[in-house]
């Protein structure tokens, strides 16, 4: 894919984000054109312009920002979607895959497929992992070595995140004057997806309605699970009962 005669990146937004938009337009009318004033509220920072990058990619949405056929059959499609993002994935990704048997590839076979793209350091890192994700959402059969590198290092991630030193709370009188809500600062670092649906929560008025309200639960829920997957309780372990 191009962009303007130049080589478009492939994707380096979340993938999670990346369907989390889709639901969205599944359960509003898509408008003629996905500009700033139709997502900038609910997309912050750089992951706005990272998600209409994307859909450029993969042929969803045309130069002029203007969503085209296979977005609405995406979005308002939910049972087809996989299908269809497995063969915009194959088609979009072609020259980078070209010649790779993707059941036994390496991961460093994969990587310099990425290199065509002209993408190093930490956008090839997401770039490699938005494939990934994808490919295995849409049931696509992937090398274990790929597979089994991107397991280990998700591990190492939360190990580090583990071993990281833990932030003493300060005590009332250790505050500082004029900011009795210090203390309610979160400890830990929100994933963004989650962060965009708590600056959505923020931005709901009170008297949302209860169709509304249960679309951010479920979304909520999803990222959690996605983010934050339970481990099963072992044999003889004690159950957290949350009031």
């Known amino acids: ?38 997502w900038g509220e609910r997309l912050s920072g750089a992951t706005g312009p990272q998600l209409m990058s994307t859909l450029r990619f993969l042929g969803l949405i045309d130069d002029s920002n203007r969503p085209q056929p296979k977005l609405q059959e995406m979005a308002k499609k939910p049972d087809e979607r996989k299908a269809i993002i497995r063969d915009q994935l ?32 930490e956008t090839l890192r997401k770039a490699l992992a938005f494939f990934i994700h994808a490919t295995e959402y849409c049931d696509v059969a992937l090398s274990p070595h790929i597979t089994k590198k991107t397991r280990t290092a998700k591990r190492t991630n939360e190990a580090k995140k583990r071993t990281r030193p833990t932030r003493r709370r300060l005590t009332e009188e250790e505050l500082p004057p004029d900011k009795p809500t210090q203390h309610m600062r979160l400890e830990y670092d929100l994933h963004p997806s989650l962060r965009v649906l708590l600056a959505d929560l923020l931005q709901i008025s009170s008297n949302w309605t209860e169709e509304q309200q249960e679309r951010w639960l479920k979304l909520w829920g999803e990222n959690v699970k996605y983010f934050h997957p339970a481990k099963p309780a072992k044999e003889g372990q004690l159950e957290l009962k949350l009031p």
């Open 90 to 121: 194959l088609k979009c990704y072609a020259g980078a895959v070209q010649g790779l048997d993707l059941e036994k590839a390496t991961p460093g076979q994969l990587e310099e497929g990425f290199r065509t793209y002209s993408i190093s350091g």
């Open 1 to 38: 894919m191009a962009q303007n005669g130049r080589s478009a990146k492939p994707p380096y937004v979340s993938f999670r984000t990346f369907l989390n938009f889709l639901e969205w337009l599944h359960e509003i009318v898509i408008p003629d054109r996905l500009d700033r004033s139709f």
